[in-house]
């Protein structure tokens, strides 16, 4: 009880910096500082249609940084593609999770404690009352030795294929989801010489939502109100093929119209111009300070 209490503050707490109404914060009036902006692309390497608009994101966008995630069935592409663009700043998207209904995907190692009877990841972080008979992967009780093993594969498995790999972050926040697994994962963060996911930067709210009608409207109506400081906008760009119409679970079953809206508004002239106007500055983990 203890635990998911300190989980509950540390929820509120984060909530409460999400949402300050402090002079700094998202929809207050612009102070006339320096704003500095960290465009994230997530998930590659679960599908082609998520690994091309990634790319395009960064090539022909605004995104400085993407994810990848190693277990996924299309990572070899993704480190083809990012071999590509050696200039894009690439993380890897530590995956302890398998959320969609119909594709899934497990761990390197051999890992008992982290994966349900058909050897696939748990579906989501914590059970959910919106997600009946899921098990969530904090409730499995997961060792972490295994946790450990499995951390340590991915990364080297990215830094096997990937020679640009700055920083690590946690997909669905697995990962750093209670005060051990975080210690955890910065210990093999600072293990490889690289950076955790910075928590020092202020959070970019998730304008619109996965129920979002025009994203790229909505993401220049937010960038035109952008205060000064650091922040970071982490997404999800796609195409909506038929690859991806096929993804989805509980609450989240029109995965490919979101992340299509996702990938113009990160390619969308009317963003770019948005940006240049205000004077915003774009960069990526390897930009920041350790």
């Given at each position: 009880m203890k635990y998911f209490s300190q989980l509950l503050f540390s929820s509120i707490v984060l909530l409460s910096a999400c949402f300050s109404t402090q002079p700094n914060s998202l929809l207050a009036a612009d102070t006339g500082g320096e704003i500095q902006l960290l465009m994230r692309s997530d998930d590659m390497g679960v599908s082609q249609s998520i690994n091309e608009a990634c790319i395009q994101s960064y090539r022909d966008g605004v995104a400085r940084s993407i994810e990848v995630?190693?277990?996924?069935?299309?990572?070899?592409?993704?480190?083809?593609?990012?071999?590509?663009?050696?200039?894009?700043?690439?993380?890897?998207?530590?995956?302890?999770?398998?959320?969609?209904?119909?594709?899934?995907?497990?761990?390197?190692?051999?890992?008992?404690?982290?994966?349900?009877?058909?050897?696939?990841?748990?579906?989501?972080?914590?059970?959910?009352?919106?997600?009946?008979?899921?098990?969530?992967?904090?409730?499995?009780?997961?060792?972490?030795?295994?946790?450990?093993?499995?951390?340590?594969?991915?990364?080297?498995?990215?830094?096997?294929?990937?020679?640009?790999?700055?920083?690590?972050?946690?997909?669905?926040?697995?990962?750093?989801?209670?005060?051990?697994?975080?210690?955890?994962?910065?210990?093999?963060?600072?293990?490889?010489?690289?950076?955790?996911?910075?928590q020092e930067l202020q959070r970019f709210p998730r304008i619109g939502g996965i129920h979002s009608q025009d994203f790229e409207s909505e993401l220049v109506a937010a960038l035109g109100k952008l205060g000064a400081g650091t922040w970071m906008l982490v997404e999800h760009p796609g195409f909506d093929t038929p690859e991806l119409r096929g993804f989805g679970h509980v609450g989240y079953e029109n995965v490919a119209q979101h992340r299509a809206g996702v990938t113009k508004a990160f390619t969308s002239k009317k963003v770019k111009t948005t940006i240049q106007e205000r004077g915003i500055q774009l960069i990526s983990y390897a930009d920041l300070k350790n």
């Open positions: 995630i190693v277990t996924g069935a299309w990572f070899l592409d993704a480190a083809r593609l990012l071999k590509e663009n050696p200039g894009c700043d690439v993380g890897v998207h530590l995956c302890l999770t398998s959320e969609w209904d119909y594709c899934k995907w497990g761990p390197l190692t051999h890992a008992p404690t982290l994966v349900d009877s058909d050897g696939y990841f748990w579906p989501i972080t914590r059970t959910r009352s919106s997600q009946p008979g899921s098990t969530g992967f904090l409730e499995a009780n997961p060792d972490l030795a295994e946790v450990e093993a499995e951390l340590r594969a991915q990364i080297e498995m990215a830094l096997k294929h990937l020679p640009n790999v700055t920083h690590v972050s946690a997909h669905m926040g697995a990962a750093t989801a209670s005060p051990e697994l975080r210690t955890l994962t910065s210990r093999i963060a600072s293990e490889y010489r690289l950076r955790l996911e910075s």
